[in-house]
C-alpha cells in the first residue's frame, strides 16, 4: 500500500522560508513522478510544482517561480519544496502527490487528476 505524507509546515514571517519534505512509501520511490499541490481557504486546490522521476525535470506555478525550487532524493525515498520570500498569498495547505511512472519519462505532471496518491497535507501560515 503506498502512503504519502508531508511534513514540515509551519508559520512563518512574509520573507521568510521554509522546506517541505515529503515521504512516499510502498512501492519504489523511483517510480514516482512527483507534485505539489495547495489549497487556501474556500479555494480550489492548485497546482505548485512537479518534477519527474528523476529529477530532471521540473515545472512551476508562474506565481511561485523564481521563489519555490522542487527537489528530490531517489535513494531517500523523499521529495522537496523549498519555499523562500514567502509572501501571505503563499498560505495553504500544501499537499504532495505521487504519480506512478513504471517506464523512463521525462515527463512531470500538473494536473491533479494526474495524480495516484495523495498526502494529507501540512498547513503553510506566511504572516504580514
Known amino acids: 500500500q503506498v502512503q504519502v505524507v508531508e511534513s514540515g509546515g509551519g508559520l512563518v514571517q512574509a520573507g521568510g522560508s521554509l522546506r517541505l519534505s515529503c515521504a512516499a512509501s510502498?512501492?519504489?520511490?523511483?517510480?514516482?513522478?512527483m507534485g505539489w499541490f495547495r489549497e487556501a481557504p474556500g479555494k480550489e486546490r492548485t497546482f505548485v510544482a512537479a518534477?519527474?522521476?528523476?529529477?530532471?525535470?521540473?515545472a512551476y506555478a508562474d506565481s511561485v517561480k523564481g521563489r519555490f525550487t522542487i527537489s528530490r532524493d531517489n535513494a531517500a525515498n523523499m521529495a522537496y519544496l523549498q519555499m523562500n520570500s514567502l509572501k501571505p498569498e503563499d498560505t495553504a495547505v500544501y499537499y504532495c502527490?505521487?504519480?506512478?511512472?513504471?517506464?523512463?519519462?521525462?515527463?512531470?505532471?500538473?494536473?491533479?487528476?494526474?495524480?495516484?496518491?495523495w498526502g494529507r497535507g501540512t498547513q503553510v501560515t506566511v504572516s504580514s
Open positions: 502527490a505521487a504519480k506512478t511512472v513504471n517506464y523512463w519519462s521525462r515527463n512531470y505532471y500538473v494536473e491533479k487528476d494526474d495524480y495516484d496518491y
Open positions: 510502498g512501492r519504489s520511490f523511483s517510480n514516482f513522478a
Open positions: 518534477i519527474n522521476r528523476s529529477g530532471a525535470s521540473t
